[in-house]
């Protein structure tokens, strides 16, 4: 009796929009394809995918992880560094107010103190230059409120366990730019690693903004910076076999570009929103370069069973590749929003965002189950 095709989750990176993964996966639950509290056979993450997908092999179901995204605010992630010089950090601080503070905690009431609102363009350009003189500088924000509010949310003995889900967590070496797997099961001679909260970090370190994650003497950043929808790594754990993936992602997949000018009506308004927007473009270009790369792959591996079937049917085994011969897998069923999201709840934690986004990851994932299974059916 032939095996069920293994399922493959990943998650892409998003910081604050992370909840709209909860919606998602609340369908894939409702519908069958994986189970509650432990996730389909491959899950892989980057940065908020990686949060979330570890929270699944830790046993948390639907509600637990609504329940911990709706009690996490903006002050629970991270706070401002130390790294800043002293004397900048009220004028940092009112700057940032709305990446700092949630409403939850009065982020409205945050003022300019009395001494620095006369302050002079001049004056304003050499704080701005003394902040970056800083040193040691490392990062903008502090993200220690985050490592405490995640202790909470892991279960690490039973992601390590035998029975989990493979994971895979990814992040960029910081010296050299390669990108860094991290993943409870050996993989291509590679031994599993022990998954530990510093790899979640890893996969979360937004370069710049949140302080780089040092394992075994290595210096890492956010995964999203090379992948942040890692197919290449999910594929080769495969092992050739093919896998029913799911990939979610928070910038539209299949609008076109009259489409996102339309709903992109105004350029950027500040410094937060122009970083998001370019953090949007920079995610789903890396998608788009893994969907291309796996295309190739399809093309490689139909080429490579054309020849076998010439081999054969001639009779001369020369017509055959050498080695290991690729196998065809299936492209990703991709979820994914139809509209751009606001680019400001990349950085906010808001229970009032946190729902919105549940739902619309919800409304998503039903809609694009069912694409699916009509295209089965006319098929």
Request: glycine share 8%; net charge negative.
């Amino acid at each position: 009796m032939p095996q069920p095709r293994k399922k493959a989750l990943v998650l892409s990176g998003g910081g604050g929009r992370g909840a709209y993964h909860i919606g998602v996966i609340e369908a894939l639950v409702e519908r069958g394809w994986m189970t509650d509290g432990r996730g389909p056979d491959i899950i892989a993450g980057t940065a908020t995918g990686a949060i979330n997908g570890a929270a699944l092999p830790s046993g948390l179901t639907v509600e637990d992880l609504k329940r911990r995204w709706l009690a996490m605010h903006t002050e629970d992630v991270h706070r401002l560094s130390n790294d800043l010089p002293p004397a900048s950090r009220p004028f940092v601080r009112f700057m940032l107010h709305g990446v700092l503070t949630s409403d939850a905690h009065g982020g409205e009431s945050v003022d300019l103190p009395p001494e620095e609102r006369g302050i002079s363009a001049q004056s304003l350009v050499d704080r701005i230059s003394g902040i970056f003189r800083a040193r040691p500088f490392r990062s903008l924000l502090d993200t220690r409120p985050w490592r405490h509010t995640l202790r909470n949310w892991m279960d690490f003995e039973r992601i390590n366990s035998p029975a989990a889900p493979a994971l895979l967590l990814t992040a960029t070496d910081l010296q050299t730019g390669d990108l860094r797997v991290f993943c409870n099961r050996a993989v291509r001679g590679r031994p599993a690693d022990t998954l530990e909260l510093d790899h979640l970090m890893a996969s979360s370190s937004i370069p710049t903004v949140y302080p780089w994650t040092e394992i075994e003497g290595a210096k890492y950043w956010d995964g999203a910076v090379l992948a942040n929808t890692p197919l290449g790594p999910v594929i080769e754990l495969a092992g050739g076999e093919d896998v029913d993936i799911v990939v979610v992602m928070m910038t539209p997949w299949k609008a076109d570009a009259a489409e996102l000018r339309a709903q992109l009506d105004k350029v950027p308004e500040d410094l937060v929103q122009g970083l998001s927007l370019t953090l949007d473009w920079a995610l789903l270009a890396s998608y788009r370069s893994a969907i291309k790369m796996l295309r190739a792959y399809n093309r490689l591996a139909d080429a490579a069973a054309r020849l076998e079937t010439a081999a054969h049917a001639t009779g001369d085994p020369s017509l055959m590749l050498e080695g290991s011969v690729p196998r065809a897998i299936s492209e990703p069923l991709v979820i994914a929003p139809q509209q751009l999201m606001p680019l400001e709840w990349i950085i906010d934690y808001e229970e009032a965002n946190h729902w919105k986004l549940f739902e619309m990851g919800r409304a998503d994932a039903l809609r694009a189950l069912d694409e699916r299974t009509l295209e089965g059916l006319l098929a």
